[in-house]
């Protein structure tokens, strides 16, 4: 993941404009479906403090979302028309439909897992860049590294590991194939999410509609 072009990109600073932006708003997207399937699995924990942890979770993606549209608007100086003329990216609205399809017909187990690599994965990523940070260096993208690379996101992930490794005592051989399937789906939409941003990915038949 952290080799890809677009993170050694951002780890530098060099990472284009339209490529940074044109992943903001797809990401702006991606995280009301996150927050919707962080809610869905609130509501099928077992334990009451995961209830709480999960919901918490839901939140911040969506508070996280507005936020990113608040900056988004003020760094780049667009429009809510510039905006609405960018389309939600293929990957995006496959990863985003895994994870509402996942709240909808899979188990608790198997939605936590599908969840958890969101959180390690910008975790693990952020942690990586801010390592190869120098003090000197102006990076653009610094708000961003941070917000991931922060000891708040990492006690998130921690907690969320904890809830996943909870739920896979918990199962049945099958579930924890389930789960394991999941998980390993998600990681791989991860690593799609970046690369598709750096394509600045459309739809194939946007030229035949
Ligand atoms: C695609 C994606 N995955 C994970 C996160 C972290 O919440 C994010 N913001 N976007």
Redesign the pocket.
């Known amino acids: 993941m952290s080799v890809h072009p677009f993170n050694e990109e951002l780890a530098t600073g060099t990472l284009s404009r339209e490529r940074f932006q044109f992943y903001l708003v797809?990401?702006a997207r991606?995280?009301v479906g996150?927050g919707r399937a962080l809610a869905a699995a609130a509501a099928k924990a077992p334990e009451v403090d995961d209830v709480a942890f999960l919901a918490g979770a839901a939140r911040d993606?969506i508070v996280?979302e507005r936020e990113?549209h608040e900056s988004y608007f003020k760094w780049f100086r667009l429009s809510e028309t510039d905006l609405a003329d960018i389309e939600t990216s293929p990957t995006?609205v496959a990863?985003s439909s895994f994870l509402l399809a996942t709240a909808h017909t899979g188990s608790y187990g198997e939605l936590l897992a599908a969840l958890l690599?969101?959180?390690w994965?910008?975790?693990s990523v952020g942690a990586g860049i801010l390592a190869r940070q120098s003090p000197e260096t102006d990076n653009p993208y610094r708000p961003w590294i941070d917000t991931?690379a922060g000891d708040e996101?990492e006690a998130t992930v921690r907690k969320g590991r904890d809830a996943l490794d909870r739920a896979a005592d918990a199962a049945g051989e099958a579930t924890r194939e389930k789960m394991l399937a999941a998980f390993t789906r998600a990681c791989e939409?991860?690593w799609m999410?970046?690369d598709s941003a750096y394509r600045q990915e459309g739809w194939p038949t946007a030229a035949v509609r």
């Open positions: 797809q990401d991606y995280l996150f993606a996280i990113m995006c990863y690599p969101c959180f994965v910008y975790q991931y996101f939409y991860e999410f970046w």
